[in-house]
């Protein structure tokens, strides 16, 4: 139980984005510290590693992009939360097909945890480099992407009662147990919950503080030398009074404070909020869609026709139930959604009507 009161560093109580932060991001103790989450014998699995293909669509997207950017001499690409670097490492192999792309590109890795730099300065051996501050990029477009990377950002919950909202807070008991309680809001906090449209009729609010102050220093760079971001996440679009703290540890669900640093905690995405935040950042979005349609639109399918035509067919079926999982609405394809927003005067973006 000791562990807890670590997570607590010297405070009595805290509020719940800054606890799940320590308890994720902590430099010793944290979870994304000093554990290799991904894969089969980790907690959970991601589409890039899933299936390549996925990774190989991102690509083709990127270069589309750059092509509706009008092929700029100077052209960015920032993968946000890489993890164990597996998207970055197929991005760089397949953008070999694009020559001329590929001389030009500057890619960047934007980690928290240095834990996974390490991992990720292993796999990709390639010239990359890793990026803390935005301001080091200096011309050109600039693309930002993401798959489950928000979902990783500790959000705060509220409870509305008559107009006032309160914050759950966590402290520890005697017996080094987490306890909830609601404190008063602050004001600043009141007034951005809201300001946001989406989250008016609500009773109970997840609001991703951490998260957008992320977006925020995105939207800035977009904002100065054009350019876009796609966030793929689990989520909804329609907020319902929903409590979407998960604990994960081996595949399966786990009590939300056992195992602490030792297991996966996210929550779903609130999609809608995603949209209205870019647009109150004078950012445009295109309609928001799921998984299954992004990668049909770019054409999963038929790529994995193609590359199937040289497998055997024990490949061929590990392959189709690779995608079936990334595509099916039973599994990872209406879950999971896709959210772009942009400053360009194209709106013509591969993937989106
Ligand atoms: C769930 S993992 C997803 C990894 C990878 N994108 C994938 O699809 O397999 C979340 C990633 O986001 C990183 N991350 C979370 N918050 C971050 C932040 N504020 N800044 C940079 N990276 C962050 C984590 O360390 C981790 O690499």
Known sequence: MKINKIFFKNSKVLPIDKFFKNVLYDKKFGYYASRFPFGEKGDFITSPRISNLFSE????????????FGKPKNFNIVELGPGDGSLSDTLLQSFKKFPEFNIIKKLYLYEESKYLRKIQKKKIKNNIKWIN???EIKK??????????????????????KNSLFEKNYILDKNYKVKQIFKKA??????IIKSYQVLKKLKFIEFPKLGLKELKKITN???????????????????????????????????????????????????KLLQEFFLKNNL???????????????????????????????EQSDLYLRIQRLLSPRYMGELFKVILAYKFNNDNFAGFK
Request: aromatic share 12%; with cysteine; hydrophobic share 45%.
């Open 140 to 161: 050109g477009p600039v693309i930002f992407f993401g798959n489950e990377f928000f979902d990783a950002i500790p959000i705060k919950q509220f409870k509305k009662i």
């Open 133 to 135: 501050n935005f301001n």
């Open 186 to 191: 602050s004001v600043s906090d009141s007034k």
């Open 221 to 271: 760079k977009i904002s100065k030398l054009n350019g876009c971001i796609l966030l793929i996440d689990y989520g909804y679009f329609k907020p319902n009074n929903q409590n979407t703290l998960q604990s994960v540890m081996k595949h399966k669900k786990n009590n939300l404070f056992s195992n602490l640093g030792a297991a996966d905690i996210t929550a779903h995405v609130n999609f």
């Open 57 to 68: 669509i991102i690509a083709i997207w990127i270069v589309a992009c750059w092509e509706s």
């Open 284 to 314: 445009k979005t295109k309609d928001l869609i799921s998984q299954k349609e992004f990668l049909e639109n770019m054409g999963i399918l038929e790529r994995a026709k193609i590359v199937a035509k040289k497998m055997k067919f024990t």
